[in-house]
């Protein structure tokens, strides 16, 4: 399997499918790159599409020093990796972590994007939820590190956002069950603490996000409950971007629903490529509910 070396020795590997435009899959904490199967499969017939295994992702290297998990050390990798392969401008497809990481990409490293696509975003983001998020992070990585990832896996996997997933799937579920419990243990605690718990609220970056001038895709499912008002919030901040909502799906939608999912993405990356997508018409914001504001 091909890799990249970070600017800080940590090597990145990588699956790659197709030609064209450059499209990479960035995968959340209960994921990785073989996650992005059912992606890789579709678009790879009209598009670059490359995977990563982030750092703490075995066959990625997986460092033991704490500082060397950040949420900028996770947006630079995505940087790392699209400059490393001469892929910018990219489009860029993150899930819940990977989503997070997507969008301080176009925050950061704007002129390595040619759109974001930001999906199930928002877990501990709104500020009155933050002291539970990390509460419960803090309690995960201990747990974690008492029994295990092949035992914790279950415990995760069986989150209030996933069962969904499970009722409709489980065949589905039970392979990202598995492939959840072959992930390391330190490197999915050291991702949790350094990765997860320390990133900024989203509420934060505000001011940033209205500046941000990339093509943007909020997708939500809508049994994902943290997500929903995240996601609402950067639909009204972010100036191009567009709300799509999943009907009856969970958190890992990629999986769950790939074929809604990859339709949903492909119609937005085509337009972005196409030249027809376009910012919110500022006269949509004044306020008025019925007659136009004078």
């Given at each position: 399997m091909p890799s990249i070396r970070t600017d800080d020795g940590v090597d990145l590997h990588y699956i790659e499918a197709g030609s064209g435009t450059p499209m990479v899959f960035v995968h959340e904490f209960a994921g990785d790159a073989l996650s992005w199967e059912a992606q890789m499969r579709f678009f790879a017939r009209r598009y670059r599409c490359i995977a990563f295994f982030a750092r703490g992702y075995a066959p990625s290297g997986i460092p033991t020093d704490p500082k060397s998990y950040s949420q900028d050390r996770a947006t630079d990798d995505i940087a790392a990796v699209?400059?490393?392969?001469?892929?910018?401008?990219?489009?860029?497809?993150?899930?819940?972590?990977?989503?997070?990481?997507?969008?301080?990409?176009?925050?950061?490293?704007?002129?390595?994007a040619r759109s974001l696509v930001a999906a199930g975003?928002?877990?501990?983001?709104?500020?009155?939820?933050?002291?539970?998020?990390?509460a419960e992070i803090d309690a995960s990585i201990?747990?974690?590190?008492?029994?295990?990832?092949?035992?914790?896996?279950?415990?995760?996997?069986?989150?209030?956002?996933?069962?969904?997933?499970?009722?409709?799937?489980?065949?589905?579920?039970?392979?990202?069950?598995?492939?959840?419990?072959?992930?390391?243990?330190?490197?999915?605690?050291?991702?949790?603490?350094?990765?997860?718990?320390?990133?900024p609220s989203l509420f934060e970056l505000e001011a940033g996000f209205r500046r941000m001038s990339l093509p943007t895709l909020v997708v939500a499912g809508d049994e994902d409950d943290p997500t929903l008002e995240p996601a609402l919030y950067l639909k009204r901040t972010i100036p191009g971007s567009a709300l799509v909502v999943l009907p009856k799906c969970g958190h890992t939608m990629n999986i769950e629903d790939p074929d809604a999912f990859n339709r949903a993405v492909l119609d937005f990356v085509t337009a972005v490529d196409s030249g027809s997508w376009r910012d919110r018409i500022p006269a949509s914001l004044t306020g008025a509910i019925i007659a136009a504001k004078s």
């Open positions: 699209i400059t490393a392969l001469k892929l910018a401008p990219a489009h860029v497809v993150g899930l819940s972590m990977g989503a997070f990481a997507t969008l301080h990409l176009g925050l950061r490293h704007p002129h390595l975003v928002g877990y501990g983001a709104a500020p009155d939820k933050r002291a539970q998020f990390q201990a747990k974690l590190r008492e029994i295990g990832m092949e035992k914790f896996a279950t415990i995760y996997a069986h989150g209030p956002t996933r069962l969904v997933f499970e009722e409709k799937d489980p065949r589905g579920f039970a392979e990202f069950e598995a492939q959840l419990a072959t992930h390391s243990t330190e490197g999915s605690a050291l991702t949790m603490q350094g990765v997860q718990r320390e990133r």
